[in-house]
């Protein structure tokens, strides 16, 4: 079960913000939502730098057992990421949607540019049903959202490194509970 899920958008190219986020929360899963502007397995290798030495941390500090696998990050870190608009390039990773699973529930991922999240989620929203998905994520904004629309939860984590509207460096954090239940943080750099 993925315990702890990183969200970023619009890095920019700048990788230290991230680099210090990824060492902070050491999650079990991290969704780009674009404007990476960078090399996506520089960013998987500090994924898996990070997990390997939180494994490290738990396999010194006990003997190993039923709760320390479940604590345990899996090698290599799950990662999305979706193409922004500034994202020239970028190899077959970068995707301009992706839809998926993660505990139970449906993720819409996108950059939002397309769906012209700058006027509105409206667009966002429906896309996400249409899909059948639970949440919806996008970046673009540069500006931290978090509301439910139509019964589809609309999240924005912000920018890690050039944010607006008054927010800082920011991410969220989408952590399950052993129920599977979600709650989600927003946190700055």
Known sequence: MIRKILIVSDS?????PLDVVIKREQPDMLIHLGDV????????????RAAEERNKKLSASRAPDEAE??????????????????????????RDTAVFEVNGYRFFCTHGHRQGVSYGVENLAYSAMENGCDLALYGHTHIPFDEEWEGVRILNPGSISLPRGGSGKGYMIMSFDKRGEYAVDYRTV
């Open 69 to 94: 696998q479940e604590e345990r990050i899996s090698l290599p870190v799950p990662a999305v990421f979706i193409r922004g608009n500034c994202d020239r390039g970028g190899g077959p990773e970068l």
């Open 37 to 48: 502007e960078a090399d996506t397995e520089d960013i998987r290798r500090m994924l898996d």
């Open 12 to 16: 920019h190219g700048n990788r230290n």
